[in-house]
T-cell receptor, first 112, second 111 residues
């Protein structure tokens, strides 16, 4: 079945540091790929998405590129802020019902 | 934000009691989903609905049932709650595109 594997956390960074969170997937066909973010005490919000190979999703300074050859969708941000502290989830959806399969989540803490 | 509310937001109950969680949406989205979030597992799909009275199981459906009698409401029922069902439950909705919007979550504790 479909599955998503993302790097384990927690990740602790200083402000303005570079952030990368690795995500790889297993799925047949051509899934859509997503990064969701969950701020403390809140629900999930879509951060960015990509629907086909070589697409780059971007939002709020975050970027991720859909790499079919390596089945990866790594999240990057060049200069993090304290407000980026959150849990980040990589996910994929496939098929007409668009059910989401999530990775385990990576907790990121940014220190001032 | 797709106008999704969940109730209750917090609940503590005892083993063996029935529990119903409600998801309400105002956007007339056709698809609705229930997930549970547990440490180390991310979110896992419990059940989903693709229309009024049309539902199907997800990967962790045992011990749960759902109902959708109108477009805006999707109910999740634990017929006899167990401690393993202590979790945070999220509802999501989707229009016909692939994007899903999530509610604020319900924290359920089963003692």
């Amino acid at each position: 079945g479909d599955s998503v594997t993302q790097m384990e956390g927690p990740v602790t960074l200083s402000e303005e540091a570079f952030l990368t969170i690795n995500c790889t997937y297993t799925a047949t066909g051509y899934p859509s790929l997503f990064w969701y973010v969950q701020y403390p005490g809140e629900g999930l919000q879509l951060l960015l998405k990509a629907t086909k190979a070589d697409d780059k999703g971007s939002n709020k300074g975050f970027e991720a590129t859909y790499r079919k050859e390596t089945t990866s969708f790594h999240l990057e941000k060049g200069s993090v802020q304290v407000s980026d502290s959150a849990v980040y989830f990589c996910a994929l959806s496939r098929g007409n019902d668009y059910k989401l399969s999530f990775g385990a989540g990576t907790t990121v803490t940014v220190r001032a | 934000d797709a106008g999704i509310t969940q109730s209750p937001r917090h609940k503590v109950t005892e083993t063996g009691t029935p529990v119903t969680l409600r998801c309400h949406q105002t956007e007339n989205h056709r698809y609705m989903y229930w997930y549970r979030q547990d440490p180390g597992h991310g979110l896992r799909l419990i059940h989903y609905s693709y229309g009024v009275k049309d539902t199907d199981k997800g990967e962790v459906s045992d011990g749960y049932s759902v109902s959708r009698s109108k477009t805006e409401d999707f109910l999740l029922t634990l017929e006899s709650a167990t401690s393993s069902q202590t979790s945070v439950y999220f509802c999501a909705t989707r229009p016909d595109q692939s994007l899903q919007f999530f509610g604020p979550g319900t924290r359920l504790t089963v003692l």
